[in-house]
């Protein structure tokens, strides 16, 4: 019995929120890489620019995995405020991510470098 519901993929995940922190990392992944290219040719314009939009397509993934964080389990609150409160708490987190892999990046530089 439990084999059948298996096949059919009818089996519910055991950590819905998983796939939102994945996208919340591959947003902040996204912004990274931006960051470094724009770093390298700060003389061209096209190429800062190009970087700002894949900057902000980054922080766009990282708002979606914040939503999927925040209201994996089903919620009462009107979509409007789900969209606010997700918004309102995007860049923070985002930001203190940020901040916190850049740290252990280098102390691992530090130790293993």
Known sequence: M???SREQGTEKPE????????????GLMTSIIANAVSIQDKENQTTRTITLAVYGLGLLISG??????LWFAPSRRPMWLRILLTAVLTAPVFALLGVLLSFLFLMMFYRFG
């Open 2 to 4: 439990e084999e059948t």
């Open 64 to 69: 979606a995995g914040m939503y999927r964080l």
């Open 15 to 26: 950590r819905p929120w998983a796939f939102g922190g994945g996208m919340v990392l591959l």
